[in-house]
């Protein structure tokens, strides 16, 4: 076969250029190879460039929500080179390594950091047979690698020699080790609907998405995901109003854009993973699966916009947060993680994995409507009740809080219950500040 | 040389030198770095053994937890700052027997194994759908009575022993309350 060019934009655009390539050029060893870092090259690349138009959206947005109007010079009308020209600004600013600083650490720290935001990329299904690999551990693949992306805060914190910056590493480690629990028990539910742990067949069993299995999973799977990328309302790892930048407080120039580009990448990763896991992925009423012409396979280009799409939604919801809400104390954070989601997460858990289990073997013609039925019902009564049991044990919090005014300091760090706490006394440390904290204008 | 020897090469050259680094770093920060990039080179040999579920365990194990508290520990530890511990003692005569025999028992039980396959000559074929369902058959083997039910009950018998001793241990007892 040869190369014509005319099929080679057509296999562009129905996201087969693999395909078409490998049978051009023949089933040599070079072929694969070259194709193979071709593939990473692509998913490697495509996400740290679309941290620019990320970076742009989020500003604007988060500008709209605020009655602010956001970047509007650069670049025309709507500010569109704004993250290019900040990008450029951040190459030509110096780096600087402070006095004192482990420089092992301190550089090794962002690098880490990038690659661990890009490696995961690796097993986001963005339309029907398109995925960097379809490992079949794929969902502990994902857990593993930001398991890794904790020590490269660790490092940043400790390299720095700062004590702003080791506290922040301090503070982040905390968060992201706890807020990993409930994530990978709410990543067991789609594991077990599904009964594989590969990305691609989690969507491919995604014929009514899981949100609708088990909303009350779903919506601990975002909230720690919130609490993984360090977002509002759980973005105490760079609360500048108490430890200056968190981890990255001495770090500047373009190592400084690194972190946040590694930032960037890890929520939309998240995004993606919530649209993976929850909504569907690339599955929309069937529309990933048209054929048009002499097999122009147009549903894959649409399955690539719904992926997106899905992912653009979730990280709405993620900016929309950041916009309205104040930030959590450390105490409030734990708490609401150890003595509220995990053993709501755990009870979820036991109750899909069981209820599985009994509908697949006994009565399987309910089909697979009946099945995300009664896990609805059944998720929805466990959901409720954690709520009234949440809400009894703040009662009895305020009650022994009223009789004892004396200790009351005391009592609210005492494993209140975050709602109770926040109503009692309002966080302090809320983000209002006119531009957002991480926004490509480094202050440092 | 195939691409997969090379890589296999490159692969042991980072666990071996960084293993070496480990021992004989004299910054105790910088020898649990060097310990977290050999971890990261056995998880590589994993994945060349087609054994992606243990890399990926070793990553989240090894590197995710393991390695994050030896640094909290050297962090908290009183001379942290200084970080230049001799990195040698006069044990050595003891370590020398200690590698030796280490070293023996690993030949010997390798070669036990070693001598009916052809190991310079590539592995085994495996089909790929056995490769792709390794979960499922360590999931089944876990629970099944034939394989390995006993061992995996009394090791979560063990963890959830361990759990109840340290919520014990953690407990605010009723006088540190009343002082609270």
Avoid at chain 1, 7 to 28: C, K, N, P, Q, R
Avoid at chain 1, 170 to 199: D, G, H, K, N
Avoid at chain 2, 161 to 167: P, Q, R, S, V
Wanted: charged share 10%; net charge negative.
């Amino acid at each position: 076969m040869s190369f014509n060019i005319g099929e080679f934009i057509s296999s562009i655009f129905d996201l087969t250029a693999g395909d078409y390539l490998a049978s051009v050029w023949g089933t040599e060893p070079w072929v694969s190879v070259v194709l193979d870092i071709l593939g990473i090259l692509i998913v490697a690349t495509i996400p740290l460039l679309s941290v620019f138009f990320v970076g742009l959206i989020e500003r604007k947005v988060l500008a709209r929500m605020q009655d602010r109007i956001g970047p509007n010079r650069v670049g025309g009308k709507y500010g569109l080179l704004q993250m290019f020209a900040d990008v450029v600004k951040m190459l030509t600013k110096e780096l600087l390594v402070p006095a004192g600083a482990d420089k092992v650490a301190y550089f090794l720290a962002p690098i880490l950091s990038l690659a661990t935001s890009a490696l995961l990329f690796a097993v986001v299904p963005f339309a029907p047979g398109v995925i960097g690999t379809n490992l079949g551990v794929g969902v502990f693949y994902v857990l593993s690698i930001s398991s890794v992306s904790v020590v490269a805060l660790l490092l940043a914190g400790w390299g720095s020699n700062n004590k702003y910056a080791l506290l922040g590493a301090f503070r982040a480690v905390a968060q992201l080790v706890s807020y990993e629990v409930p994530m990978i028990l709410s990543l067991l539910v789609p594991i077990i609907l599904a009964s594989s742990m590969s990305t691609m067949e989690i969507v491919e069993a995604q014929a009514i998405p899981f949100v609708i299995f088990a909303p009350i999973s779903a919506l601990i799977f975002f909230v720690s995901s919130l609490a993984e990328t360090g977002r509002s309302p759980f973005d105490l790892l760079e609360a500048e109003s108490e430890i200056v930048a968190g981890f990255h407080t001495e770090y500047s120039g373009m190592v400084f854009g690194l972190f946040m580009a590694a930032e960037y990448m890890g929520i939309m990763f998240m995004c993606f993973l919530f649209s993976t896991t929850y909504l569907g992925g690339y599955r929309f009423f069937g529309l990933e699966e048209i054929v048009v012409g002499n097999g122009f396979q147009l549903g894959r280009l649409l399955g690539l916009f719904i992926t997106i799409f899905k992912g653009a939604l979730v990280f709405f919801v993620f900016m929309w947060l950041r916009a309205t809400l104040p930030r959590l104390r450390i105490d409030q954070l734990l708490n609401f993680n150890w003595k509220f989601m995990v053993p709501l997460m755990l009870m979820i858990l036991l109750t899909v994995a069981l209820l599985d289990r009994l509908i697949l073997d006994y009565i399987p013609q309910v089909g697979d409507a009946g099945r995300a039925g009664i896990h609805l019902v059944s998720n929805i009564i466990i959901g409720l009740a954690g709520i009234e049991v949440l809400r009894r044990s703040a009662r009895r919090q305020r009650q022994r809080h009223n009789t004892t005014s004396t200790v009351l300091a005391v009592a609210e760090n005492e494993g209140a219950p975050i709602f109770v706490a926040a109503e009692v006394e309002p966080a302090y440390g809320h983000d209002d500040h006119g531009h957002d904290a991480h926004a490509p204008v480094p202050a440092h | 040389m195939t691409l997969e020897q090379v890589i296999f090469i490159l692969v042991s050259f980072l666990t071996l030198g960084t293993g070496i680094v480990v021992v004989t770093n004299r910054n105790l920060f910088h020898a649990a770095l060097a310990m977290m990039a050999s971890f990261l080179g056995v998880a590589g040999l994993y994945i060349l053994l087609d054994a992606g579920f243990l890399a990926a365990a070793q990553l989240l194990v090894y590197i995710g937890a393991i390695s994050i508290l030896i640094i909290f520990a050297i962090m908290l530890t009183r001379r942290m700052m200084q970080a230049r511990e001799a990195s040698f003692n006069s044990q050595s005569g003891l370590g020398l027997f200690t590698a030796v025999a280490t070293f023996a028992l690993l030949a010997a039980v390798i070669g036990q194994f070693w001598w009916g396959v052809d190991a310079f000559n590539g592995r085994p074929d495996v089909p790929d759908t056995v490769l792709q369902n390794t979960v499922s058959s360590l999931g089944k083997a876990f629970v099944s009575p034939e394989a390995y039910v006993v061992p995996f009950i009394v090791a979560s018998v063990l963890l959830l022993a361990a759990l109840i001793g340290a919520i014990y241990v953690a407990w605010p007892t009723v006088h540190a309350e009343d002082e609270a």
